[in-house]
């Protein structure tokens, strides 16, 4: 009897022991999520932008973006059909912040509680700019909204001086969005001996702008 109490004792020593270990790792998850700003739980589709770093500035005006998927597969062959789970196609969205902005109106966009919390500026996804994949774009009418690709990069040139926002989004084979997506920021500067106009009437420059989104 006093043998069977010790062996109960122990058992349960042990199961307290095990369910602190399970806490500690539990809490030690969720601080690395909070300190990097993820929530992606394991299995979960993800999309993290490689290149342009966000923050990069560069004088060339072209830019060749590229990503990293996890838990989420290309189809190109499926593309536009049924969707699959874990697979499907990429949506880039490309925008340039707008030069000089009415600070009322930069104030609204961000403050706005159904907005996007700032100004969208042009769309750069047309065959002009994207090539291929703007092309694929206009044919299935999302020209001017994002360029569609079935390979884990784009080819964005001719693009203009100025601060511009990367959107990446993962999409299912019938181009329906899911929540699993990316963003970065990045310079294209003005060449050199071609000075920018300074923005009058109180309107903020791109940059000031640009330190919004």
Do not use: W
């Amino acid at each position: 009897m006093r043998a069977g109490i010790v062996t109960l004792v122990a058992l349960a020593a042990l199961a307290a022991a095990a369910a602190i270990a399970v806490l500690a790792v539990v809490l030690s998850v969720g601080d690395q999520s909070a300190g990097s700003g993820l929530s992606t739980l394991p299995g979960e589709p993800s999309v993290a932008i490689v290149s342009p770093r966000n923050g990069a500035r560069q004088s060339e005006r072209s830019v060749v973006v590229k990503v990293k998927l996890e838990n989420f597969r290309l189809a190109p062959l499926r593309f536009g059909g049924e969707p699959q789970l874990g697979e499907g196609h990429i949506r880039f969205g490309l925008n340039r912040v707008p030069d000089c902005v009415d600070p009322a109106k930069l104030k609204r966009a961000v403050e706005s509680p159904v907005g996007r919390g700032r100004l969208v500026g042009a769309s750069f996804d047309f065959p002009r700019y994207a090539g291929p994949n703007g092309v694929l774009a206009e044919r299935i009418g999302s020209s001017g909204s994002y360029s569609p690709a079935t390979r884990p990069e784009i080819y964005y040139h001719e693009l203009p001086a100025g601060f511009y926002r990367l959107v990446v989004t993962l999409a299912r084979n019938n181009g329906a969005t899911t929540p699993y997506h990316a963003v970065t920021n990045f310079q294209i500067l003005t060449p050199p001996g071609h000075g920018t106009k300074p923005c009058t009437d109180g309107k903020v420059s791109s940059a000031k702008a640009a330190a919004f989104d």
